[in-house]
């Protein structure tokens, strides 16, 4: 059985020839439709990869040639573009050809993965007609929340310098730490922990909380180091601003988990943060900066005074 893409992979800009291709990956005759979401999923996320990794123009090349070769079927892909000039080739005449057009879709739409921003891809619908099944599927914007979104903006020169969590895996982008962030435990004065501090991550198991949404990597952090403590704490309320929060924990007497700087604007002065161990909730935070892009005298000088007032107030 064969499989079609519908507006399909047009993961990034794979658009035009391949959103209209046709694979000769056989589905599996006991699931067809799973194995196609399976298919198309992961090679969109082997396309993410290489990006996120900051390959070079032949690395992404050699990486596209490959997916291209082991899911899509070129000569086919080949025969149907030129129509009935392919048929009446000689032999040699259409090996030269099934040559040069891989090479043009590997070129072309390799160059276009470079217009990526952050992307990602949804499959939306899997659906089986006659004895092709058919996957569509949608680009879904970036997060702006998300960290990786500074990244590929660096990396795609629409910013010079950003603040981000570090060290990253991307090795086309250059990081200088400038501080711990931890996470403490916040709660009312009146609270039953406002006078124990440290506080073991565990000990948390099944408190009422408050938490920023599971897209906020703050809450991701969280979520991780109570994972490592074997916590579970009930998270009874979800919200997406911080101010939002303390308000909460401040009527309501529910706890939270941010960053410890939260507390230390002083703006709800019944509010206490308890550092929090074993484990300990943190993460470095740095500057980031593409290393081959061009840094203008002003980003320069937000770099130098950024690494001023770090200094200062740490």
Partial sequence: MLVTFGNKIRFAALAAA?????????ALAADPQSDARAMVTGMAEAVIGTLRAGADKAAREARFREMYRRNFDNAGIAAWAAGRAFQSASPAAKQDYLATFE??????YAAQLTKYKGERLRVDKVETEGR??????????PDPRDPREI????????????????????LSIESEPLFEERL????????PLADQSPIPVQSLDRMPMVMLSNTFCTRRLWEENAQLASAQPQIVME???VSSILAVVEKTGLA????????AEKRFDHLVGLDLHNPTPSRQVGLLWHRENYLCSASRAFI?????VSAAFH
């Fill in 103 to 108: 090479s043009y879709i590997v070129k072309a």
């Fill in 256 to 263: 939270t988990v941010l960053p410890k700087l939260t507390v």
């Fill in 184 to 191: 403490v435990l916040i709660v009312r004065d009146d609270h």
């Fill in 151 to 170: 990244e590929m903006r660096l990396e795609n020169g629409e910013l010079q310098v950003g603040l981000g969590f570090v060290p990253i895996s991307n």
């Fill in 132 to 141: 092709y099944t058919v996957v569509i599927s949608n680009l879904v914007p």
């Fill in 304 to 308: 130098a005074i950024t690494k001023q």
């Fill in 239 to 241: 919200m997406n601003t």
């Fill in 18 to 26: 391949l959103a209209a291709a046709v694979t000769a990956a056989p």
